[in-house]
């Protein structure tokens, strides 16, 4: 597998990765279009700030990483693992997710808004105040995150399945309709529910 230095970290418009290492690289502030990477491996790696359209991840892994702040419009991520990296303020927008665990992540205050999800897992993520509106969550599992302050409205959450979450003050439970939760967990969808139906809770 090539491996890229700190000397190769400026990407290229219509770049083509394949099989490449990208160690303790700094990638971020950078805006690129149409840019692939297949079987690539994520090391500590910044793409903090960087916005890409149309990029395409396949078969990738990112290892400790600093996301932060990264803008993904009308792009795709395939048969991926996102761990134990930072994802705060990431924007991934109407773009598809397939095949993607992300596990032992900071993603509070990303966006997902309009994605479309299929066979994706996220693990022991904090998800505070994310948003999901509008996103294709069918099938999606979220287990062990936090997800207080998270916004579903108008996401199509059929077949999802949530266990052991933190859903205090979770948005736009409407949107909750076909989804599976635990009883442990329902409970703290009692108040959002109520808020929805009007109905005030008295102490």
């Known amino acids: 597998m090539e491996e890229v230095g700190t000397s190769g970290a400026e990407l290229a418009h219509d770049g083509v990765y394949l ?21 690539c491996r994520f090391q500590d790696t910044r793409f903090s700030g960087t916005a890409m359209r149309r990029a395409s991840f396949a078969d990738v892994e990112f290892t400790s990483c600093d996301l932060a702040n ?8 395939f048969n991926a693992v996102v761990q134990g990296s930072r994802l705060t303020g990431t924007s991934m927008s109407e773009c598809g997710l397939r095949d993607v665990l992300f596990v032992n992540c900071r993603a509070d205050l990303s966006s997902f808004r ?17 948003n999901f509106q509008g996103a294709e969550l069918g ?8 997800l207080t302050g998270a916004q579903f409205s108008g996401a199509n959450m059929k077949g999802a399945r949530l266990s052991e979450c933190d859903l205090y003050g979770v948005n736009g ?8 939760v635990p009883a ?10 109520a808020a929805a139906m009007g109905i005030t809770i008295e102490d």
Do not use: H, M, P, Y
């Open 19 to 39: 099989s490449t290492r990208f160690c303790d690289v700094d990638l971020s502030a950078q805006d690129v279009e149409d840019v692939e990477f297949e079987r």
């Open 70 to 77: 990264l803008r993904l419009v009308d792009s795709r991520i």
């Open 114 to 130: 309009f994605g479309r999800f299929k066979s994706v897992v996220f693990r022991d993520c904090n998800l505070a105040d994310a």
């Open 139 to 146: 099938g999606v599992r979220f287990e062990r995150c936090k």
């Open 173 to 180: 439970i409407q949107s909750f309709a076909g989804a599976t």
């Open 184 to 193: 442990a967990d329902a409970q703290a969808l009692l108040f959002a529910l």
